[in-house]
């Protein structure tokens, strides 16, 4: 008995050490992050690039061919992001590349996306929010039940009382299957928040693989089918609701491409980048009137991409180097879901 106990005892020592001693090797090695802010500006038709310089502990702003400017020159060159501090130094230009602007207009049209792997790759409850899309008043509330999608159809729960509204899952449930949606949900997308300008509801994918936009409008449901080409198998989708309101949605398929879903007509217009995966890829999108800066980031990926607004083709493309911040050994947690579990590296 006491042989086996020691046994059990140094097996226990032995995983401990795999897991203690490689973190606390990282933690006393490891450096902060010197993660470079980049954006592509229209006025210079390049990257912009900001990074602090370690060794005079001063930021540095250059563009990709290495040209250096000034904090007050990159004002310029990046209107869209400034024009708080331009319109303060009676610097704002009248039009950017021919366009007349203002900066309320700069400002509407501005907007960040970011997903992360870890936004996907968690246990979900399968409860999800759809606010109220039209209810006359500036701010929105939150709604008063949650929904869930089963194989016999959408499912409302009053969360004060935890009861089944009978009724209205007989509406929205006749509705979705009116437009053709076939239960259960492979994926349900929404922004579960009332800190919006507005609601779109939510983006499903049918357990047929089919695109749908399901919102709610004066209690009645709103349900459309996104005609998507055969070529296109959505996979993943992210309501936007930013102030602008040119795109409805992103949708990812299953050959990893991103798409923009229009706002109102539901056009389908693909993102020029090459791929993006988003269980196992960090996407962070910096967006205003005339381009999109697109950052894809994993452990084996660094890369910059610039689209236009308008027709989101590729701009300029651009590769940095990725940092190896990863450590032999055992561990329980990733940055790419929040499973707890053992994992090698």
Not at 63 to 71: E, K, S, V
Not at 89 to 109: E, H, K, T, W, Y
Not at 191 to 219: A, V, W
Not at 304 to 314: H, K, Q, T
């Amino acid at each position: 008995m006491l042989r086996i106990s020691k046994i059990i005892l140094y097996a226990f020592v032995a995983v401990l050490l795999l897991w203690e001693l490689p973190w606390l090797y990282a933690f006393l090695s490891s450096k902060a992050a010197n993660r470079p802010t980049v954006i592509y500006s229209h006025v210079l038709r390049d990257f912009v690039i900001t990074r602090l310089d370690e060794l005079t502990g001063t930021m540095v702003r250059t563009d990709a061919a290495g040209h250096t400017y000034t904090r007050k020159q990159v004002d310029s060159l990046l209107p869209t992001v400034y024009f708080r501090q331009l319109a303060n130094d009676s610097r704002f230009p009248d039009s950017i590349a021919g366009c007349a602007v203002s900066p309320r207009m700069l400002q509407q049209n501005n907007f960040t996306f970011r997903s992360s792997p870890d936004n996907l790759n968690r246990p979900t409850l399968g409860l999800y929010y759809l606010f109220e899309s039209n209810s006359g008043r500036v701010e929105l509330e939150m709604p008063k039940d949650v929904f869930r999608i089963t194989r016999s159809g959408i499912e409302f729960v009053t969360a004060e009382t935890n009861t089944v509204d009978t009724e209205k899952n007989r509406r929205f449930t006749a509705k979705m299957r009116e437009k053709g949606f076939v239960f259960p949900a492979r994926f349900v997308a929404g922004n579960p928040t009332p800190r919006k300008d507005y609601d779109e509801g939510c983006m499903l994918i049918d357990s047929e693989g089919r695109l749908f936009h399901l919102k709610q409008i004066m209690g009645q449901p709103y349900v459309r089918l996104v005609q998507l080409p055969d070529s296109v198998e959505p996979q993943t989708a992210f309501v936007t609701e930013y102030p602008g309101r040119r795109t409805l949605a992103l949708i990812t398929d299953a050959r990893n491409l991103l798409y923009a879903i229009g706002s109102g007509n539901y056009s389908l217009t693909r993102v020029g980048i090459p791929s993006w995966n988003p269980h196992t890829e960090s996407l962070t999108i910096i967006g205003n009137l005339f381009d999109w800066t697109i950052h894809v980031f994993s452990e084996h990926r660094n890369d910059y991409y610039a689209v236009s607004a308008d027709n989101l083709e590729l701009l300029k493309t651009m590769a940095l180097p990725v940092e190896d911040q990863t450590y032999w050994g055992l561990h329980f947690k990733s940055s790419t879901d929040k499973y707890v579990m053992p994992r090698f590296n």
